[in-house]
């Protein structure tokens, strides 16, 4: 059963004028974001619909034909469903509310480790949305899947697709290059990296960063580990394990990098003063942490937005030919950045 606002405002313990602030995204007295939250969470799970007649009324719109409700899918391509990504988790946030102003709502989430399950099989072979957000890479097998039952499809991440689908990507190979340069110009040489390598542009950024840099590539100072905080504790721990020199670290994503802090801190190095810490991505996280963590910021939420109005523009016929947008990045200097080999507070 749809519920209506007044039904939403009642789960969620809050006022109706706030879940109507919250869905149609207004500037003014903000809820929090846990409050924002679960509202998405009610709205995805109920289907409530936006009342497209009432909004055009209230424009001074013509109503005589009520626009129906349509639906999209989101395909984390890269992590399991019981997993928690702050990356893709709002990165899929701000396709829906994106796709809510424009009358859609985001019927179902999967990833590529549920197309094998029967129930979910079904729900996609049935195929009752209009298109599908992919969020993450995917390979050529996800890529077959997708071609087969979906006729819409927009990707977003910071890996290219060799596909001819709608991509909206911030750049993580160029991204990694920066990360690399900002830590050549604190006089960083012998610098690890903590992440995945394989099919990852953030790595082969790394390679390429000390190519140009005309510096060796150095086994020990790798580690091939999952983009997790587990996965940049281990990998972190195994390279100081090793006693090779390192004066930085370079993570492909915030959350390895904020194991790679803790391995770091266990090893009795202080950040940035023994060791210097970067990474990619800029979660509200990043901000908060001892030191603070110096990274590439990438706009999520507008790779949201991006995504979910090429993908509705394509549903509706506004455009047939691929198109291909890749938004900026910059480096959000804080404390975990230092000059190589001067124990002083100064940080990037």
Partial sequence: MIMTLKEIAAEAGVSISTVSRVINKSTKAPASQEIQDRIWEIVRRTGYIPNTSARQ?????????????????????????????????????????????????????????????????????????????????????????????????????????????????????????????????????RIAYVGETNSENRYHGYLAALSQAGL??????????????????????????????????????????????????????SIPHDISLISIDDIDTAQYLTPMLTTIHIPVEEMGQMTAKILIDRIEGGHSLPVKISLPYYVAGRESCGSCGIRSKSIS
Avoid: W
């Avoid at 290059?177 to 110009?185: D, G, P, Q, S, V």
């Fill in 216 to 269: 060796s590539f150095c086994r020990e100072l790798t580690a091939d580990v999952p983009l997790s905080s587990e996965g940049g504790y281990r990998g972190t721990d195994a390279i100081l394990k090793r006693n090779v020199p390192v004066s930085a670290v370079f993570c492909p994503n915030d959350i390895t990098a904020i194991g790679a802090m803790r391995a770091i801190k266990d090893h009795g190095k």
């Fill in 57 to 189: 009324l209230k424009m001074g719109s013509p109503t005589d034909s009520q626009v129906p409700s349509r639906s999209i899918a989101c395909l984390f391509a890269r992590i399991h469903q019981e997993q928690t990504d702050i990356f893709f988790t709002s990165l899929a946030r701000g396709i829906e509310k994106e796709a809510f102003k424009h009358g859609y709502i985001v019927k179902y989430t999967f990833t590529a480790f549920d197309v094998n399950d029967p129930g979910i099989f079904r729900l996609i072979s049935d195929n009752h949305v209009d298109g599908v957000a992919v969020l993450g890479r995917c390979n050529k097998q996800l890529l077959k899947f997708l071609k087969q039952y979906f006729r819409y499809v927009a990707y977003t991440g910071l890996n290219s697709l060799e596909a001819n689908y709608d991509q909206i990507i911030c750049d993580g190979y160029q991204a990694a290059i920066t990360a690399m340069e900002h830590l050549f110009k604190l006089g960083h040489q």
